[in-house]
């Protein structure tokens, strides 16, 4: 594109707050590059586009800094060329993917330039190539109402040394309303006190991170990823590390909390839970201590519960829960005390353990699939809901809800959704994983197989994802990898409802 002449820069004249509002919607939908690109489109654009409150930058995304830090560290500094001269505020400063140590530096420097333009969001973010010890001058940081800071190192503070730097942080910063942190070190015992402004709180990965308290009167949200168990060296089981979480005044208001690779008892987790009346979402994931889990909150709207190898009970009083998510091996289903069928949506991922080398079509527990038939035709049909079933590269969809089955296997996907409002988005989801075929059980007048018709014949023509061929027809087809799950619903009662799509994809280019 060339660049415009002055004479028609009609584009340029618009206020400058305008065209930062255009810039950070470029980025949101398209990336940092697209937003860089724009600065072609004229003189006056490329200069508003360098002075704009947000500096992100991501050494990843531009190859040829990937290994020099002398280009790194100069387009930065072009980068801020602009704010230094005019005296310019520096709203939000992310450094992202940062690849070399000998930028640690450079980065003392970027941050005490952001200070000093009274940056209220920061985020620093190295790889793994090295850790990025916190400078002191971040003390001085007083505007902050973000910080977001991955692989740093919190040394014990010159001042104190009984004191990490993070404490320190919080101490001084008290306008924080969103604090993350992740993959850092130094840190054992971590108090977030003083912080009133505080609505969310992640810690995500924090090595020898042993104690947590908070008290944070308007928190909103709490994200605690410990450290996996098969990073835990030279044990089976994990070390321990109490996830404590002591809200002195926020019980009212805490809506999210999702707990990950915690070491949290039964009876830990009960009791706090109950501190928590107005939680709205749930999140469960790889808590190897809990076996025997009890939920009970007039609230919740949202649980999800994932990758658990020994949870054997779970029992449910969520009256107003719209949304249920599963990933795992065997859903425990001890959990009927679930009521599905004011149920919303729900998706269920079943997968076969790595060790398991037994797996074949049809080989499942009877109990546990009668119990997951059971769950499934609880649901609330007609509500407009329907059930999606994902086995091996074939797609089953229940638009009619009359008689649902489950394929007797171990290794497929759940997904009950309400697709009536969205149809389009729906089919071209459906799509976008090349499926081998799509079946549909279907009543007189059905939107789904006419929105998949009208959807497939705009990929031929189009050329979406490279669809060679496609193929309707009454009933199922032998083809291949789905001919288990064809001959299993040939001996349904489902065939004389089923129109199947085959699809016939180009194979990619080596």
Not at 12 to 23: K, N, R
Not at 36 to 56: D, H, N, Y
Not at 333 to 356: C, G, H, K, W
């Amino acid at each position: 594109m060339e660049e415009i002449g002055d004479g028609e820069d009609r584009i340029s004249e618009l206020p400058i707050q305008i065209i930062h509002d255009i810039l950070r919607r470029i980025r949101r939908q398209y990336g940092l590059k697209e937003e860089a690109r724009t600065c072609i489109l004229s003189k006056t654009w490329s200069s508003i586009w360098r002075s704009r409150p947000e500096v992100i930058i991501n050494q990843s995304i531009h190859n040829s800094f990937m290994n020099s830090t002398e280009k790194f560290v100069k387009f930065v500094d072009d980068s801020l060329r602009s704010h230094v001269e005019q005296n310019l505020r520096i709203e939000i400063l992310r450094l992202i993917n940062l690849r070399l140590p000998e930028l640690a530096s450079h980065i003392d420097r970027w941050l005490n330039l952001a200070i000093k333009h009274n940056v209220r969001s920061l985020e620093i973010h190295p790889t793994s190539n090295f850790s990025y010890c916190i400078p002191d001058a971040i003390y001085a940081a007083k505007t902050l109402t973000e910080l977001s800071l991955n692989k740093c190192n919190f040394e014990i503070d010159n001042n104190n040394s009984t004191t990490n730097k993070l404490q320190r942080i919080i101490s001084t910063c008290p306008f924080i309303r969103d604090l993350k942190i992740g993959h850092c070190t130094g840190i054992q015992n971590l108090h977030v006190f003083g912080l009133v402004n505080l609505e969310k709180l992640e810690l995500r990965m924090c090595k020898k991170l042993a104690k947590v308290e908070i008290w944070a009167p308007n928190l909103r949200k709490f994200v605690y990823v410990g450290v996996p168990l098969d990073e835990h060296s030279g044990t089976t089981e994990p070390e321990p590390l109490p996830c404590t979480i002591d809200i002195l005044d926020g019980y009212n208001t805490l809506e999210c909390l999702q707990l990950e690779a915690t070491t949290m008892t039964d009876k830990q987790f009960e009791y706090q839970l109950s501190k928590f009346p107005a939680l709205k979402v749930l999140k469960l994931k790889r808590c190897y201590v809990m076996k025997n889990i009890k939920v009970v909150s007039e609230n919740l709207k949202s649980f999800t519960l994932s990758h658990w190898g020994n949870l054997e009970q779970v029992n449910m009083l969520a009256p107003n829960l719209m949304e249920f998510n599963f990933q795992g091996y065997i859903m425990p289903f001890s959990i009927s005390t679930m009521d599905p069928s004011n149920l919303e949506r729900a998706n269920l991922d079943f997968y076969v353990q790595q060790s398991d080398d037994s797996y074949n079509f049809g080989d499942v527990d009877t109990s546990w699939y009668n119990n997951l038939l059971d769950f499934v035709q609880k649901f609330n049909y007609s509500n407009g809901l329907i059930l999606i079933i994902c086995c091996e590269e074939s797609i089953l969809i229940y638009e009619d809800p009359s008689e649902i089955l489950v394929p007797p296997t171990r290794k497929l996907e759940l997904c009950i959704e309400n697709s009536s409002m969205h149809l389009e988005s729906f089919v071209n989801e459906m799509m976008f994983s090349q499926p081998m075929t799509v079946s549909i059980v279907h009543g007189m007048d059905s939107k789904i197989l006419q929105a998949f018709s009208e959807t497939t014949k705009e990929y031929r023509m189009k050329q979406y994802k490279r669809l060679n061929e496609v193929i309707i027809h009454k009933g199922v087809t032998e083809d291949g990898g789905t001919s288990c799950l064809n001959s299993w619903l040939k001996s349904t009662s489902l065939i004389e409802r089923i129109t199947t799509f085959m699809f016939k994809w180009e194979e990619p280019p080596n």
